[in-house]
Structure formats: C-alpha cells, structure tokens
C-alpha cells in the first residue's frame, strides 16, 4: 500500500489550496482514509477524514472551511482547504485504515498506512 500526497505550498493568509493523496495497493472506494497534519514539536492532529459510506468528520478546528472527498475513479483522495490561517501551518498526511468500511478515527494510532506528508505554509 502506497500514500502519495502533493499540493502542499506557500499561500497567504485567507487564500485557499487543494491536497492531493493518491492510494495504490486498496480499493480507495471501501477504505477509510483521513488527512492529519503535523506542526514542529507536535503529534499528528486529525483534520478529516471520509469512510467506505462516504460519511465524513472533521476537527472542529477546520469545519466549514476544509472539505474532504476522493475520486474512486483516479483513487485519489483530495482536501480542499479554504479560508487558511497561519495556524493551518503543517505538514499533512494521508492515511488510510486496513480494515475495509472501518469507522472514522481521529486517533493516529487507528491508521495502518501514511504518507510522507505535503508542507502547507499559511503567511499572515
């Protein structure tokens, strides 16, 4: 199983980007996959995350401004971030759960598979 995100960069305050997580070796339709990202000196922080039935959650740090969905179709899985703040500085991770239609967890420690992380810098 493979976890490759891209679309991490430098954007200003109030602007907007989109992450992308492309997923080989699963079925992306059936998996439950989530972003998380992580500050210097911090753990992983659960952003949001989507599951086999296409329901979502996210931290209540991001709700209303970032939006998870994937492509089947590409197997890719995307985090459409709006509205940014320096405080969403981080590096973001994809990560994905083994077992098929799992419920979403906002423990790091529920995840089997991550990506190497996009770098998302917020300037004020």
């Known amino acids: 199983v493979q976890l490759i995100e891209s679309g991490g960069g430098l954007v200003q305050a109030g602007g907007s980007l989109r992450l992308s997580c492309v997923v080989s070796?699963?079925?992306?339709?059936?998996?439950?996959v989530a972003w998380f990202r992580q500050s210097p000196g911090k753990s992983h922080a659960f952003v949001a995350g989507?599951?086999?039935?296409?329901?979502?959650d996210y931290s209540s740090l991001v709700k209303g401004r970032f939006s998870i969905s994937r492509s089947n179709d590409k197997e890719t899985l995307y985090l459409q971030m709006n509205s940014l703040e320096p405080e969403d500085t981080a590096d973001y991770h994809c990560?994905?759960?083994?077992?098929?239609?799992?419920?979403?967890?906002?423990?790091?420690?529920?995840?089997?598979?991550w990506g190497r992380g996009t770098e998302v810098t917020v300037s004020s």
């Open positions: 070796g699963r079925t992306l339709s059936k998996s439950t």
């Open positions: 989507i599951d086999g039935h296409d329901r979502t």
């Open positions: 990560a994905a759960r083994a077992d098929d239609f799992a419920w979403i967890a906002m423990e790091p420690g529920r995840y089997d598979y």
